[in-house]
């Protein structure tokens, strides 16, 4: 039994890793809903190990998409970086605290409709042709950039996620960015933001459910790399007209599930 969860985790892990670095996200909304359904864990303790599995693949996903987009062209955009992380480091350590009091019900209903949220954004919220285009400037750029960075680092709190599906549109359409460029530029930003999150998660009792289950994310995780590998591989080669409607699907129908499981 042991053993086969652990390879239920390994294979979950790949999957979604794989999604985490075609697309320069954690792939994190995709690996909770197995958390919750298929491996039967809380609502909470499920957000806090996907936290953790989420922080091995934005780690490995980032240079593994080097071949595509090299580290000194992510580097170069560094206040870019620090504009988002000045309000998503703040907005992650407030998302983890909220969730931290919330009942395991209300959770379940906030889980779901974040990832509907995040469904929507991916259709409709990740154009290659809006690259250049930029909606403001100056110091409104500024300003726009922390309040941006604050939403997105409380629901990658309350989700256990990267906010990549989030922080995509942002730079693309805020500051103009290249979508692959701005694949990897909010890997960059997740880093951190996932760290303070963990960080403030580490003061809730539920916190004791990553060494209650170490060889099931470590196997997890180990599937987690493995596919970030395969997904930075495979970087370019799959349309985004065809993978982003199929995966907004998949997180409707997981969205669904989660509003009802129990």
């Known amino acids: 039994m ?16 794989s999604l985490g670095g075609l697309i320069g996200l954690g792939g994190s909304e995709f690996r909770l809903p197995f958390l919750i359904g298929l491996f039967r864990f809380a609502a909470l303790e499920a957000v806090i190990l996907n936290k953790a599995a989420s922080l091995v693949v934005v780690a490995a996903a980032l240079p593994f998409r080097a071949a595509t987009v090299p580290l000194a062209s992510v580097a170069a955009q560094w206040p870019i970086i620090l504009n988002l992380l000045a309000g998503s480091l703040l907005g992650a350590w407030f998302g983890a605290g909220w969730a931290t009091r919330l009942r395991s019900e209300t959770l379940h209903k906030v889980i779901a409709a974040l990832l509907i949220l995040i469904a929507i954004v991916l259709v409709f919220g990740h154009d290659p042709g809006a690259a250049g285009l930029q909606l403001v400037t100056g110091a409104a750029l500024i300003v726009a950039g922390i309040i941006a960075g604050f ?6 709190s309350l989700l256990g996620v990267a906010g990549g599906e989030l922080l995509v549109p ?3 359409l805020l500051f103009g960015a290249d979508i692959k ?15 303070v999150g963990f960080t403030r998660y580490s003061r809730d009792q539920s916190f004791s459910v ?5 060889a099931f994310l470590l ?8 596919g970030a590998y395969i997904g930075g591989q495979l970087l ?3 349309p985004e007209q065809i993978l982003l409607p199929l995966l907004a699907a998949i997180l409707v129908i997981s ?3 989660i509003w009802r499981h129990e």
């Open 2 to 17: 042991i053993e086969r969860r652990g390879l239920g985790a390994f294979a979950v892990g790949t999957g979604v890793g």
């Open 151 to 156: 939403a997105i680092g409380v629901v990658a």
């Open 170 to 172: 942002t730079l693309v």
């Open 181 to 195: 460029l701005a694949g990897s530029l909010s890997l960059a930003v997740s880093l951190p933001t996932m760290l």
């Open 210 to 214: 990553i060494g209650r289950n170490k």
């Open 219 to 226: 196997a997890m995780a180990v599937g987690s790399i493995v």
């Open 236 to 238: 370019g080669l799959v």
């Open 255 to 257: 969205a669904y599930r």
